[in-house]
């Protein structure tokens, strides 16, 4: 039986790379730099030049496709999953590690049908790493297999996760709690690449054996969902539920195990939701 969505994850690839070109060429010019919703909410031109490219490039061959876009969504189009065939992008997931040339700079993007994963897509693109994966068929890292660590001693584990300024003080206080309960379990260390899709595709990759985070967005995820999914690694939501992803949440990890003692240690503050205006 032929894969219907294969010819898309092709042109989806070929697209990419194009606008990871875009990304390393624009790494060599000044940086024009505005802000979105607060100081530390970055964007650039170049993530809103890099979204019109994916998006006219597919849009082209698949007209009858729905998207939803980070800087589209800012600009005030609707972040509603349907069952229609639907592209979510992140132009550039790493936009503040892009500004400063910090080396984990990603293009994201995941394709849904029925509101599932069917593939993602992470390019890693100053690392030239372009993470794939499709469901049922395993990941790979430029072509070749990948699989996490397999690690299901928590206190054995590097886990990855993101600090960030937060306006709330009790979500800012619960935040640098939640690391400290982690480091206290004890864990080998825990690390804060910058890029949510780029922490995903490391835990697939097995460099390391767990990620969570609170407050990002469908379009950081559903690239890396499919990549991590796909590399044997456990995916769920961070009160240990199933993975949701429009909830702005997610524990990945090497196995069950340690998926579940994450789940267990950290506290939770709410977020609100990518598909309603509580955001």
């Known amino acids: 039986m032929s894969d219907p969505w294969q010819e898309c994850m092709d042109h989806c690839v070929e697209v990419t790379k194009k606008a990871g070109k875009v990304i390393c060429e624009a790494l060599q010019k000044d940086i024009a730099v505005m802000q979105k919703s607060s100081p530390v909410d970055l964007v650039t031109e170049t993530d809103q030049k890099v979204e019109q490219l994916i998006i006219s490039s597919i849009k082209e061959k698949y007209p009858t496709h729905s998207f939803i876009g980070e800087e589209s969504v800012a600009a005030g189009a609707p972040s509603v999953l349907t069952d229609n065939p639907t592209w979510i992008i992140d132009p550039i997931d790493g936009t503040t590690n892009f500004v400063h040339r910090f080396p984990f700079v990603s293009i994201s993007i995941g394709f849904t049908v029925k509101k599932e994963i069917e593939f993602g897509i992470v390019y890693s693109c100053i690392e030239d790493k372009m993470y794939t994966a ?146």
């Not at 206190?155 to 619960?174: N, R, W």
């Not at 835990?203 to 995820?221: E, K, P, Q, T």
């Not at 195990?257 to 503050?269: D, H, L, Q, V």
Request: hydrophobic fraction near 40%; charge should be negative; include cysteine.
């Open 134 to 279: 499709r469901k049922g068929k395993g990941a790979f890292c430029n072509g070749v297999p990948i699989k996490v660590s397999g690690q299901e001693d928590v206190s054995q584990s590097l886990v990855l996760t993101e600090m960030g300024f937060k306006k709330d003080p009790e979500q800012f206080k619960t935040m640098l709690a939640n690391i400290k309960t982690i480091l206290t379990i004890p864990v080998h260390g825990v690390r804060s690449p910058g890029s949510a899709a780029v922490n995903m595709c490391l835990v697939a990759c097995g460099s390391a054996d767990a990620y969570y985070h609170m407050g990002i967005h469908c379009w950081d995820m559903a690239g890396g969902a499919a990549v991590v999914t796909e590399a044997g690694g456990v995916i769920m939501d961070i009160s240990g539920g199933p993975f949701d992803l429009m909830s702005r949440r997610l524990i990945v990890a090497s196995s069950r195990a340690i998926a579940e003692r994450i789940a267990k240690e950290i506290t939770e503050y709410h977020v609100g939701r990518d598909d309603t205006d509580d955001q």
